[in-house]
C-alpha cells in the first residue's frame, strides 16, 4: 500500500524555522518527482517545491525561493523540505505528493493534478 506520510509542522512565530519530513512506502520511488504543495484557508492548492528522487536541481515556488530548501534521503525514503524565515503568509496546510518523473522533466511540477499519489498534509502556522 502507497504511503506518504508528513510530519514537522507546528506552531512557530515569523522569522522561526521547521523543517518537515515526508516518508514515502509502498512502491520503488526511483525516478518519480516528489513535490510539496500547501492550501492556506479560503485559497487554492499552490505549488510549493519539487525534487526527483533520483537527483537533479530542484524546483521552487517564488515565493518561497531563498527560504525553503528540498532535499531528499534515499535510505530513509524520506523528501524534507527545509522552511527558514517563516511569514505568516505561510500559514497553510502542507502536502507532500508524488508522481512519475516526467512531471518535473516536462517542466509541469507545479500542476497538482499530474501527481498520483498524496498525504494527508501537516498544518503550519506562523504568528505574526
Known amino acids: 500500500q502507497v504511503q506518504l506520510v508528513e510530519s514537522g509542522g507546528g506552531l512557530v512565530q515569523a522569522g522561526a524555522s521547521l523543517r518537515l519530513s515526508c516518508v514515502a512506502s509502498g512502491r520503488t520511488w526511483s525516478g518519480y518527482a516528489m513535490g510539496w504543495f500547501r492550501q492556506a484557508p479560503g485559497k487554492e492548492r499552490e505549488f510549493v517545491a519539487c525534487?526527483?528522487?533520483?537527483?537533479?536541481?530542484?524546483y521552487y515556488a517564488d515565493s518561497v525561493k531563498g527560504r525553503f530548501t528540498i532535499s531528499r534521503d534515499n535510505a530513509k525514503n524520506t523528501v524534507y523540505l527545509q522552511m527558514n524565515t517563516l511569514k505568516p503568509e505561510d500559514t497553510a496546510v502542507y502536502y507532500c505528493?508524488?508522481?512519475?518523473?516526467?512531471?518535473?522533466?516536462?517542466?509541469?511540477?507545479?500542476?497538482?493534478?499530474?501527481?498520483?499519489?498524496w498525504g494527508q498534509g501537516t498544518q503550519v502556522t506562523v504568528s505574526s
Open positions: 505528493a508524488a508522481g512519475p518523473g516526467i512531471v518535473a522533466y516536462s517542466g509541469r511540477y507545479y500542476e497538482g493534478t499530474r501527481y498520483n499519489y
Open positions: 525534487i526527483i528522487w533520483s537527483g537533479g536541481s530542484p
